[in-house]
């Protein structure tokens, strides 16, 4: 959201403009309605606004203006005092909102969420913020912001900071070009920045179709908005409107822009083809430039509010959402309500304002550290090393707090064993359960193996989400495990007989799809997967297929069969591959783990009553009815105690979310695990 440039551009030429090299306030003006459309989108409405895309737009609007200036005047394109430059002025106030965020963070935010907000901080400080969300596929439009990470706005600031090396480039590869072959340099940019526009565009349109989620944080998908800001400056001089067309196009654009979010699916189609809405209506708005009537947009614009607001727009915005973060987090709500909304913004405003006054305008005209490359590189080193000294620190007393964890967990942490009434086993008291808060990222099985060769599925569905783990001898029984996640994350007692036994295990999964046939209850994507892997399991013939055969609701404590599974499963033993049904564990309403953080391990709310979480009468005799040599595993009784369903057992986490398992605590249950498939199973 930041602009390389101030306001004091190039003015375009035709009447009414302001002077040469003239103060556009009315490009002020609309960087600030542009924050404020961002802020006011985020803490009231819950949507996304269209304003981020503004900035990018003006960004590269002003910072093509600088360099054809320099290039046209024969000044020296030197990029290296300008990329210290740039970041000089840049960093210090990243700097202050990541310290002030880490701080609010140990103070207000859950253990469990630290991991992600240090990995955030770290790829915010560096610009790279944008690449890690896109890599996690997070939903930037959750409607509870308080499970948002704080830092998670940086990811604009990251597409721009790397914008703000590429650019440059290539104005001095289009200076090199024009000079080489004696071709008017604002031609070859035009040629440059055109192809730019139109292959980035075509790749938004696409990938925005095929994975949208992505495609928000991807900078690929977003250079064709900074390109056609650089566009937009090149055809600026040519762009003369008669007066009264200029003042129409002025509010048409800020009515565009204002209406964009409430009129366009910002969350489901953006940045494709549809953000060309709120960047035309920018483009409008500096098109009409400062027509000198009462009555244009410009007046409003240039406002001196309006102005003072554009001079605070990067604080404002680096504030805006953690401050609305941490204050849902504290309040423990999913929004802040009309009041807590003014309450929001005003500390934002404050915060931003101080940010201004006390840290970016002395650095920006700290004139020492402008005369010599070394003493940017410092102001750089130094800001970088504030924010990295603190996140060191931090990480590693994480991992030494988990090691202290790992090293006595025999003894602290039995976990499921305590529910076994043959040992007679107890967890000592005022022990911290395991697996450390910080490390429930590394709680699901993992599969890194991609299945090669013979084990390959013909299936392009398939292939590249197929995974095996293969013995270090001739395997003595091959097991394909079927299913969604939770077929994945009770592989993990699974996994550790199996490879004791030498028996080879290839896993075919796909969150959110439960393994049967028939479309109930199930997506096209879902449905077409099930085929495709029944199609696997036929040809690859193992000795048994294992997976979740009920499914658990929060809403309900009776557990039902998946669509199909019966029939499926009696397909599967027709042909002689026996299936091992495991009974799916309960899901809850609430995150297990914020739970405890929050609410303490013996709160009621952690420990819902058994009776209210899951059924003691599976639908197992409706399945056997169906397919009578299933064999049916049901370990509820190590899930749950007799009278409830606690967060914690044996001083372990029996969750780490919702729904989910501990892989920790699964491995405590490896002794009954064992015993109990050994019975029903009989391989």
Same mark, same amino acid.
């Given at each position: 959201?930041?602009?390389?440039?101030?306001?004091?551009?190039?003015? &375009?030429?035709?009447?009414?403009?302001?002077?040469?090299?003239?103060?556009?306030?009315?490009?002020?003006?609309?960087?600030?309605?542009?924050?404020?459309?961002?802020?006011?989108?985020?803490?009231?409405?819950?949507?996304?606004?269209?304003?981020?895309?503004?900035?990018?737009?003006?960004?590269?609007?002003?910072?093509?203006?600088?360099?054809?200036?320099?290039?046209?005047?024969?000044?020296?394109?030197?990029?290296?005092?300008?990329?210290?430059?740039?970041?000089?002025?840049?960093?210090?106030?990243?700097?202050?909102?990541?310290?002030?965020?880490?701080?609010?963070?140990?103070?207000?935010?859950?253990?469990?969420?630290?991991?992600?907000?240090?990995?955030?901080?770290?790829?915010?400080?560096?610009?790279?913020?944008?690449?890690?969300?896109?890599?996690?596929?997070?939903?930037?439009?959750?409607?509870?912001?308080?499970?948002?990470?704080?830092?998670?706005?940086?990811?604009?600031?990251?597409?721009?900071?790397?914008?703000?090396?590429?650019?440059?480039?290539?104005?001095?590869?289009?200076?090199?070009?024009?000079?080489?072959?004696?071709?008017?340099?604002?031609?070859?940019?035009?040629?440059?920045?055109?192809?730019?526009?139109?292959?980035?565009?075509?790749?938004?349109?696409?990938?925005?179709?095929?994975?949208?989620?992505?495609?928000?944080?991807?900078?690929?998908?977003?250079?064709?908005?900074?390109?056609?800001?650089?566009?937009?400056?090149?055809?600026?001089?040519?762009?003369?409107?008669?007066?009264?067309?200029?003042?129409?196009?002025?509010?048409?654009?800020?009515?565009?822009?204002?209406?964009?979010?409430?009129?366009?699916?910002?969350?489901?189609?953006?940045?494709?083809?549809?953000?060309?809405?709120?960047?035309? /209506?920018?483009?409008?708005?500096?098109?009409?430039?400062?027509?000198?009537?009462?009555?244009?947009? =410009?007046?409003?614009?240039?406002?001196?509010?309006?102005?003072?607001?554009? +001079?605070?727009?990067?604080?404002?915005?680096?504030?805006?959402?953690?401050?609305?973060?941490?204050?849902?987090?504290?309040?423990?709500?999913?929004?802040?309500?009309?009041?807590?909304?003014?309450?929001?913004?005003?500390?934002?405003?404050?915060?931003?304002?101080?940010?201004?006054?006390?840290?970016?305008?002395?650095?920006?005209?700290?004139?020492?550290?402008?005369?010599?490359?070394?003493?940017?590189?410092?102001?750089?080193?130094?800001?970088?090393?504030?924010?990295?000294?603190?996140?060191?620190?931090?990480?590693?007393?994480?991992?030494?707090?988990?090691?202290?964890?790992?090293?006595?967990?025999?003894?602290?942490?039995?976990? /499921?064993?305590?529910?076994? &009434?043959?040992?007679?086993?107890?967890?000592?008291?005022?022990?911290?359960?395991?697996?450390?808060?910080?490390?429930?990222?590394?709680?699901?099985?993992?599969?890194?193996?991609?299945?090669?060769?013979? +084990?390959? &599925?013909?299936?392009?569905?398939?292939?590249?989400?197929?995974?095996?783990?293969?013995?270090?001898?001739?395997?003595?029984?091959?097991?394909?495990?079927?299913?969604?996640?939770?077929?994945?994350?009770?592989?993990?007692?699974?996994?550790?007989?199996?490879?004791?036994?030498?028996?080879?295990?290839?896993?075919?999964?796909?969150?959110?799809?439960?393994?049967?046939?028939?479309?109930?209850?199930?997506?096209?994507?879902?449905?077409?997967?099930?085929?495709?892997?029944?199609?696997?399991?036929? /040809?690859?013939?193992?000795?048994?297929?294992?997976?979740?055969?009920?499914?658990?609701?929060?809403? =309900?404590?009776?557990?039902?069969?998946?669509?199909?599974?019966?029939?499926?499963?009696?397909?599967? +033993?027709?042909?002689?591959?026996?299936?091992?049904?495991?009974?799916?564990?309960?899901?809850?309403?609430?995150?297990?783990?914020?739970?405890?953080?929050?609410?303490?391990?013996?709160?009621?709310?952690?420990?819902?009553?058994?009776?209210?979480?899951?059924?003691?009468?599976?639908?197992?005799?409706?399945?056997?009815?169906?397919?009578?040599?299933?064999?049916?595993?049901?370990?509820?009784?190590?899930?749950?105690?007799?009278? +409830?369903?606690?967060?914690?057992?044996?001083?372990?986490?029996?969750?780490?979310?919702?729904?989910?398992?501990?892989?920790?605590?699964?491995?405590?249950?490896?002794?009954?695990?064992?015993?109990?498939?050994?019975?029903?199973?009989?391989?």
């Amino acid at each position: 959201m930041t602009v390389v440039e101030s306001s004091r551009t190039v003015a &375009p030429r035709g009447g009414g403009r302001a002077a040469d090299r003239g103060f556009r306030a009315e490009v002020q003006g609309l960087r600030a309605l542009a924050v404020l459309m961002v802020v006011t989108y985020h803490v009231w409405f819950g949507r996304v606004s269209g304003g981020v895309d503004v900035f990018l737009l003006i960004s590269a609007f002003l910072l093509a203006l600088s360099f054809l200036r320099k290039v046209e005047s024969g000044r020296p394109l030197d990029l290296g005092r300008h990329w210290l430059h740039q970041f000089k002025r840049l960093l210090p106030a990243v700097v202050v909102v990541i310290l002030g965020t880490l701080g609010a963070t140990y103070l207000l935010v859950p253990r469990s969420r630290w991991p992600d907000i240090l990995e955030q901080a770290w790829a915010s400080l560096f610009y790279v913020q944008n690449w890690v969300l896109a890599s996690n596929a997070v939903d930037y439009y959750a409607e509870d912001h308080s499970l948002a990470s704080p830092l998670q706005h940086f990811w604009s600031l990251s597409v721009q900071g790397q914008v703000f090396i590429l650019w440059p480039l290539l104005f001095v590869l289009s200076a090199l070009v024009a000079r080489r072959f004696r071709l008017r340099f604002r031609g070859v940019v035009l040629l440059v920045f055109g192809a730019l526009f139109l292959a980035s565009l075509g790749f938004s349109v696409w990938e925005t179709a095929t994975n949208q989620a992505y495609a928000y944080f991807d900078t690929r998908a977003r250079l064709w908005e900074f390109a056609l800001g650089t566009l937009l400056a090149l055809a600026l001089p040519f762009l003369r409107l008669p007066g009264a067309l200029r003042i129409m196009a002025g509010w048409v654009g800020v009515g565009a822009m204002l209406s964009g979010g409430f009129l366009l699916d910002v969350q489901g189609q953006f940045p494709g083809y549809v953000a060309l809405w709120p960047l035309l /209506a920018a483009a409008l708005v500096i098109v009409a430039g400062q027509t000198g009537s009462a009555v244009g947009a =410009d007046r409003l614009l240039s406002s001196r509010p309006l102005v003072r607001m554009g +001079d605070l727009s990067y604080a404002l915005y680096l504030w805006h959402w953690p401050v609305l973060v941490l204050f849902l987090i504290w309040r423990g709500q999913p929004s802040p309500g009309v009041l807590g909304g003014v309450l929001v913004i005003a500390v934002s405003l404050v915060l931003a304002y101080l940010t201004m006054r006390f840290v970016e305008r002395p650095l920006r005209a700290l004139v020492w550290a402008d005369k010599r490359r070394r003493r940017a590189l410092l102001v750089v080193a130094v800001s970088t090393a504030l924010v990295a000294a603190p996140l060191t620190l931090w990480q590693q007393a994480i991992t030494q707090q988990v090691r202290e964890s790992a090293a006595h967990a025999d003894t602290n942490n039995p976990g /499921a064993l305590v529910l076994d &009434p043959l040992l007679d086993l107890s967890a000592p008291e005022n022990v911290p359960p395991i697996p450390a808060t910080t490390e429930l990222s590394k709680e699901y099985f993992p599969l890194d193996r991609v299945c090669e060769g013979a +084990d390959e &599925p013909d299936d392009e569905l398939l292939r590249g989400e197929c995974y095996v783990i293969v013995p270090p001898s001739e395997p003595v029984r091959e097991i394909i495990v079927v299913g969604d996640s939770h077929s994945q994350q009770w592989s993990t007692p699974l996994a550790e007989m199996a490879q004791e036994r030498g028996w080879k295990m290839t896993f075919v999964l796909l969150g959110g799809c439960k393994f049967g046939s028939g479309p109930e209850g199930r997506t096209p994507q879902c449905e077409q997967w099930n085929a495709a892997v029944t199609d696997y399991v036929l /040809a690859q013939a193992p000795d048994l297929v294992y997976t979740v055969g009920t499914v658990a609701r929060s809403d =309900d404590p009776q557990d039902v069969l998946p669509a199909g599974f019966p029939a499926t499963a009696r397909m599967f +033993d027709e042909r002689g591959i026996k299936v091992a049904a495991v009974r799916d564990n309960p899901r809850f309403t609430s995150n297990r783990v914020l739970c405890v953080e929050t609410q303490g391990v013996d709160s009621p709310a952690c420990n819902p009553p058994r009776s209210t979480t899951l059924t003691d009468q599976p639908p197992v005799d409706e399945l056997l009815a169906q397919a009578p040599n299933v064999a049916f595993l049901d370990f509820t009784d190590y899930l749950c105690r007799e009278d +409830d369903c606690p967060a914690v057992v044996g001083n372990v986490f029996v969750y780490i979310d919702d729904n989910h398992v501990s892989a920790t605590y699964l491995r405590s249950m490896l002794p009954i695990f064992t015993q109990r498939f050994d019975e029903a199973v009989r391989l």
